[in-house]
T-cell receptor, first 115, second 110 residues
Framework: EAGVAQSPRYKIIEKRQSVAFWCNPISGHATLYWYQQILGQGPKLLIQFQNNGVVDDSQLPKDRFSAERLKGVDSTLKIQPAKLEDSAVYLC?????????????FGQGTRLTVV | KQEVTQIPAALSVPEGENLVLNCSFTDSAIYNLQWFRQDPGKGLTSLLLIQSSQREQTSGRLNASLDKSSGRSTLYIAASQPGDSATYLCAASSGSRLTFGEGTQLTVNP
């Protein structure tokens, strides 16, 4: 089966610019996650979707970050305006169950550098 | 709030050695615990998933154990190889959230 697809793989932007990342989860997976991983740290959850509804966005900096999952499939994560501290790898993951009983699969990530 | 800790942060071993990576979590009400491997510049690859009702899982040279009562999991790697060099992350699933540790950076020297 195809894995979780993310694009772009790399992005370099200047601070105060905007950027968007795209994720296509494994077919049939209802739950989609966006994580932020700063160099040397473990991934931190930004937002979790169940189908096209938000389950958990408590750690999403809503003043600059936004995410949507149209039709319960693909998702986009946007940052506007970007700050230097947003430099990180943004990981998308999907599971078939929002309860956490099942295995989480991750994409290759998008490495963002803000200069 | 679930907190996950991994010890050691970094480990360097000679090829062929057996090794243990440790993971501890504060909230024992977990659905499962998952071990991942991350190569530099890459995403996370799932290695093993242990359901809360299980004690251990094995895949090839890898064996992961889970002790919910003590809030601990270990990843045992037998006969380590240079290709095992990577960062290993554990993640505890509780509620609807997957919480990660900071990872253990493993280097296996030829």
């Amino acid at each position: 089966e195809a894995g979780v697809a993310q694009s772009p793989r790399y992005k370099i932007i200047e601070k105060r610019q905007s950027v968007a990342f795209w994720c296509n989860p494994i077919s049939g997976h209802a739950t989609l996650y966006w994580y932020q991983q700063i160099l040397g740290q473990g991934p931190k959850l930004l937002i979790q979707f169940q189908n096209n509804g938000v389950v958990d966005d408590s750690q999403l900096p809503k003043d600059r970050f936004s995410a949507e999952r149209l039709k319960g499939v693909d998702s986009t994560l946007k940052i506007q305006p970007a700050k230097l501290e947003d430099s990180a790898v943004y990981l998308c993951a999907s599971t078939s169950s929002w309860k956490g009983y099942t295995e989480a699969f991750f994409g290759q990530g998008t490495r963002l550098t803000v200069v | 709030k679930q907190e996950v800790t991994q010890i050691p942060a970094a480990l360097s071993v000679p090829e062929g050695e057996n090794l243990v990576l440790n993971c501890s979590f504060t909230d024992s009400a977990i659905y499962n615990l998952q071990w991942f491997r991350q190569d530099p510049g890459k995403g996370l690859t799932s290695l093993l998933l242990i359901q809360s009702s299980q004690r251990e899982q094995t895949s090839g040279r890898l064996n992961a154990s889970l002790d919910k009562s003590s809030g601990r999991s270990t990843l045992y790697i037998a006969a380590s190889q240079p290709g095992d060099s990577a960062t290993y992350l554990c993640a505890a699933s509780s509620g609807s959230r997957l919480t990660f540790g900071e990872g253990t950076q493993l280097t296996v020297n030829p």
